[in-house]
């Protein structure tokens, strides 16, 4: 007769796509949103809690097919048959909770929000279902007054977590300039907004691809089309040169504006700016023209805005919408700058184009520009750690009414990532003082040796393990991180003195010294019972 099998155990690993963040990356990431939460509540944002869990049809582009919701969303049906999820993101709550209390809540209404979002997509390296967002957004106003707020404040936050000025900076552009440059180029008709729609599609993924594909493959996509290193063939917009050039110049835009700013010498400020003519010299460059570096004189940063708002006035000045982009841009770089907010800091760039399908205005990004070493071992920049912008529409879908906002979100893994790089982002992830306990019956003599530490502010904790060998509490005082281990035996007991043991600077002695060294900076000290507080005070830095 055979027996029957032990039922299977459960396997002891963390789901796919997920991971467990333990005691130092947790206080790390705290300390840093804590410190970004005290810059938004200075702006008057205050803070907002939403559920984990969502109707999917309030997260909007996620909504249920025929058995189940689409991919993209951890989604179930209750009991009543309604599809929930776990929120995608922390915008679409925003906008739940704005049309839910529209009338209870100030407008424009200003929040910022932190907290884990989930994504049922293929995970792969860095690339998480579960992750954290910071955003910070204000609803219900249109003036461009908040979106110059938002990237202030997103400057003020970058420097208060420890990114300095000079390794950062906030770019602003605006989709609307983009939409005047399709109308300049012929892909836009105001009147009826669809058609181009699939040459003006070709266009916008060949401006995102600059980065990867140059300005000639940038060209060739607005073309006929482009020929890859493989032989396969992308078929283009059809844009004639003179259409091209249009859009090359957008494209272009920041490289020639760093040129042009070489060519004034960051001297005359005031001084017209003319586009006429550099569009087809940055097209007869070719990429040439972008390996030229420019490092700004200081003096540059009044003129830099000044300069790029007058080359995107020009390159737009025969589109409406294109226009009234460049007018938001001139707004929101002259309240930033009677701010102290400077092109070093914040500034217009073209450049930003990532993103601009979602978008109705206003867009910024944050980039950090030191250098760091990727996997490779080659030098690169960090890259871009917040991003965000105007959009119309956030409640409309709920109560039918347009409702404006902006906003950005910030990388929280990456932020995190780039303040390591910087040797910023340690935060004391010390471990608790241990207590140890020499003997059982004096347990609770212990207990009030930890407790008088903590009622001055110090981590302690009483050893509750088995403590007959006392080796393994100093193992366990090891792994925990203590920095001090308080010994007191019997006869510490009797003579009314405690043994302090500088758990740290042992480590360092037994790694550094010398065994003569060893002896003669012994990390073990005695001190009166009555001086325990004072004694690790000093010892943690604090006396």
Same mark, same amino acid.
């Given at each position: ?5 032990? @039922? ?19 206080? &790390? ?17 205050? @803070? ?61 209404? /200003? ?10 997509? +293929? ?8 992750? $954290? ?11 461009? *007054?908040?979106? *110059? ?47 181009? *729609?699939?040459? /003006?599609?070709?266009?916008?993924? *060949? ?21 890859? &290193?493989?032989?396969?063939?992308? +078929?283009?917009?059809?844009?004639? @040169? ?46 040439? $023209? ?36 460049? &007018? ?94 910087k040797g910023r982002g340690q935060v004391d992830t010390r471990g608790p003082v241990v207590v140890t306990v020499m003997d059982r019956d004096r347990m609770a003599d212990y207990q009030a040796m930890a407790g008088e530490l903590r009622r001055a502010g110090i981590r302690a904790e009483v050893y509750l393990g ?12 090891? +792994?925990?991180?203590? @920095? ?31 065994? &003569? ?27």
């Amino acid at each position: 007769m055979s027996k029957d099998k032990a @039922p299977r155990r459960p396997r002891a690993e963390t789901p796919k796509g997920f991971r467990d963040y333990f005691g130092a990356e947790v206080t &790390e990431r705290k300390a840093m949103l804590d410190t970004i939460a005290e810059v938004y509540h200075r702006y008057g944002f205050d @803070p907002l809690e939403t559920s984990a869990v969502e109707t999917v049809e309030a997260l909007g582009k996620f909504l249920p097919d025929v058995d189940r919701p689409n991919e993209g969303v951890f989604a179930w049906q209750d009991e009543d048959e309604d599809w929930l999820a776990l929120r995608y993101d922390l915008t679409a709550p925003l906008a739940r909770v704005a049309a839910q209390f529209r009338n209870d809540l100030p407008s424009p209404y /200003r929040r910022y929000a932190m907290g884990p979002v989930w994504r049922n997509e +293929k995970p792969g390296p860095g690339r998480f279902r579960q992750f $954290y967002q910071c955003d910070a957004d204000t609803v219900g106003t249109g003036s461009v *007054a908040a979106d *110059a707020e938002i990237c202030a404040m997103l400057s003020d936050a970058l420097e208060a977590t420890g990114i300095p000025r000079g390794d950062y900076v906030v770019k602003v552009n605006n989709r609307k300039v983009l939409n005047g440059v399709m109308e300049v180029a012929g892909v836009l008709d105001p009147s009826d907004p669809e058609k181009f *729609a699939h040459e /003006r599609g070709i266009v916008l993924r *060949a401006i995102d691809k600059i980065d990867r594909l140059g300005s000639e493959g940038v060209r060739a996509l607005l073309g006929e089309g482009r020929k890859d &290193e493989s032989g396969d063939f992308t +078929k283009g917009a059809g844009l004639s @040169p003179e259409q091209a050039d249009v859009v090359m110049g957008f494209v272009n835009a920041p490289r020639y504006i760093d040129e042009r700013l070489i060519d004034i010498e960051a001297a005359h400020p005031n001084q017209p700016i003319s586009v006429i003519g550099h569009i087809r010299q940055i097209r007869d460059a070719g990429d040439d $023209y972008a390996s030229r570096r420019l490092t700004l004189p200081v003096r540059a940063y009044e003129s830099r805005n000044r300069v790029t708002l007058s080359y995107l006035g020009d390159l737009v000045n025969a589109s409406v919408i294109g226009s009234e982009g460049v &007018e938001e841009l001139s707004q929101i770089s002259d309240l930033l700058a009677i701010q102290g907010y400077l092109a070093d800091r914040i500034r217009v760039d073209p450049g930003v184009v990532r993103g601009l399908g979602y978008y109705t205005g206003p867009v910024f990004e944050a980039e950090l520009t030191f250098e760091i070493l990727d996997e490779k071992g080659r030098k690169r920049q960090f890259g871009s750690v917040a991003g965000g912008g105007r959009y119309d529409d956030l409640v409309k879908r709920f109560t039918g009414q347009s409702v404006p906002a902006t906003g950005v979100s910030i990388g929280v893994d990456r932020l995190l990532a780039a303040l390591r790089a910087k040797g910023r982002g340690q935060v004391d992830t010390r471990g608790p003082v241990v207590v140890t306990v020499m003997d059982r019956d004096r347990m609770a003599d212990y207990q009030a040796m930890a407790g008088e530490l903590r009622r001055a502010g110090i981590r302690a904790e009483v050893y509750l393990g088995n403590p007959k060998n006392f080796g393994n509490q100093l193992k366990y005082a090891d +792994k925990r991180q203590s @920095p001090v281990a308080v010994i007191q035996g019997t006869d510490e007991a009797a003579r009314g003195v405690v043994q302090l043991k500088d758990l740290a600077l042992g480590a360092k002695i037994a790694a550094e010294a010398s065994v &003569e060294e060893w002896k003669s900076q012994p990390a073990q000290s005695e001190v009166a019972r009555t001086d325990l507080v004072a004694a690790v005070k000093r010892l943690l830095g604090q006396g």
